[in-house]
């Protein structure tokens, strides 16, 4: 026999002898909870995403649970939330209605409107506020109760039940122009939110109002072991759903378990950081594979999957459906969820150009939005940085928009946005600024769609490469 078939059969042998051995128990540990890391951080996004949000508010502000945070001019880059929309003004709440029922008091659309959802802390839609809400612009007392509460429920209120002792509030002070005067109005009209326990209904106290503008208020998702220290906040703090619950045995796996204390040796830290950059990357390679188009041939797609969007809607009622994947990549980009998705607003995203090719902010790019567009209100473009799906670091301004002061429009009626690192001579009103060291996604607008958009009468074209 030859010396080469030799060390072949003596590599066999030992090769078979590994085999029937199988794996040492540590081994097996270690892939055990790196799997099970993998697929709990793509379950858990919705819930850390909103508990990241919270914990922003409380490091970041003075704010606090069952208070607002508002934002009182359109926010810029030091808002690291996921995709905001620097065309209107934020005002936000964190509720816990865990002492008891929690009431939220939207005012009338005279002088103003909000456009807003009340979600859990799973992020599932509980109600929409405002004329396109449950209240239809009459304003209304938004009334949230407890999981499983039983007691009596005062008339004159639009009740929402949740299944979780946490969630938060949306809610969008519309803006007609970036005039000062109409930041201000909207700012004020905000301000005529109430939230309170629905024991003070009597006499309300005060809502207490905390302005977060211009502070670095960062809930950008961490792909790293922090990750899990937010979901097991989440675990001990919320009930487990039914449609969770097998997820108990899959957490305590990792070390997560209700009622005891989460404090990974430093081992398992990195297990749970190799294990959150792998669920990173099959989420972001999700996103990269595209979402399904709203217009066959252009690149545009709406920023949630329909089946997503019909689960939430449903609450995830259909026992054969459970669309966690669709679910972890949609609140990698974004937060809140929408019960009336079309009517209040309406978003489209895109990361490729014409040619498919991924936005470089070392590039110039033109969209040119067709005239009459189909909203109500406004629509918007705004850039944001692939990597986090933020706000671009240290940009002087994240969008454009129909609102936007002096922006001009073609002979046409259309209007040309230009995304690059400089201005094109004279385009300064129509120009979005980017980072050349980085890539950037878009998202587009709509409030108060209208039937154009979804007949496919108006259709907004793929944005163009017009120089490198």
């Known amino acids: 026999m030859s010396k080469a078939l030799i060390v072949a059969a003596a590599v066999l042998l030992m090769t078979a002898e590994a085999w029937a051995q199988g794996p040492s128990a540590e081994e097996l540990a270690s892939r055990n909870l790196h799997r099970r890391a993998v697929e709990a951080m793509i379950w858990a996004m919705p819930a850390v995403n909103a508990d990241l949000m919270l914990q922003a508010m409380e490091k970041s502000t003075k704010a606090k649970v069952n208070e607002i945070v508002y934002w009182s001019k ?10 905001p929309n620097p065309d209107s003004i934020y005002f936000m709440s964190f509720w816990n209605v865990k002492d008891g029922p ?6 009338p659309a005279q002088g103003g409107s909000i456009a807003g959802n009340i979600v859990t802390v ?17 304003g209304g007392k938004y009334l949230i109760l407890p999981p499983g509460h039983t007691g009596q429920v005062p008339a004159g209120y639009i009740v929402l039940r949740s299944d979780t002792f946490s969630g938060f509030a949306l809610l969008r002070s519309n803006l007609a122009s970036h005039a000062e005067a109409d930041v201000a109005k909207s700012v004020a009209y905000g301000k005529r939110i109430k939230i309170y326990p629905l024991a003070n209904a009597k006499e309300p106290p005060p809502t207490n109002f905390n302005d977060a503008y211009d502070v670095l208020f960062d809930s950008t998702i961490p792909y790293d072991a922090r990750f899990y220290r937010s979901l097991d906040r989440v675990v001990q703090a919320e009930p487990w759903l039914d449609r969770d619950r097998v997820m108990i045995d899959q957490l305590r796996s990792i070390g997560i378990e209700k009622g005891k204390p989460f404090d990974p040796d430093q081992k398992t830290v990195a297990v749970l950081d190799d294990a959150a950059r792998e669920a990173h990357a099959l989420l972001s390679q999700r996103y990269d594979a595209g979402f399904p188009e709203i217009n066959p041939g252009i690149r545009w797609f709406p920023a949630a999957m329909a089946e997503m969007v019909k689960a939430a809607q449903n609450g995830y009622a ?3 459906a459970y669309p966690v994947d669709v679910r972890g990549v949609t609140y990698t980009l974004g937060f809140t969820g929408i019960k009336r998705i079309g009517t209040a607003q309406f978003y489209l995203m895109v990361s490729k150009d014409k040619n498919g090719e991924s936005f ?22 705004t850039v944001y940085d692939r990597e986090t799906h933020a706000l671009v670091h240290n940009m002087p301004s994240a969008s454009r928009a129909s609102i936007s002061p002096g922006i001009q429009k073609n002979a046409d009626g259309s209007i040309d946005v230009f995304f690059g690192p400089k ?37 907004l074209p793929d944005v163009e490469k017009v120089s490198r």
């Open 74 to 83: 359109p926010v810029n880059w030091k808002n690291q939330t996921l995709t």
């Open 423 to 459: 201005a094109p001579d004279g385009k300064e009103a129509n120009w979005v600024p980017t980072d050349p060291s980085r890539k950037f996604e878009l998202l587009f607008r709509l409030y108060g769609p209208e039937k154009p958009l979804f007949d496919h009468t108006w259709k």
């Open 318 to 320: 259909d026992p054969d």
């Open 102 to 107: 929690v009431v939220i008091e939207i005012p």
């Open 360 to 381: 470089d902010g070392s590039a110039t790019y033109c969209l040119t939005v067709p005239a009459n567009a189909p909203v109500k209100q406004y629509w918007s473009a």
């Open 122 to 138: 799973w992020q599932m839609p509980l109600e929409d506020a405002g004329p396109e809400g449950a209240d239809r612009g009459q």
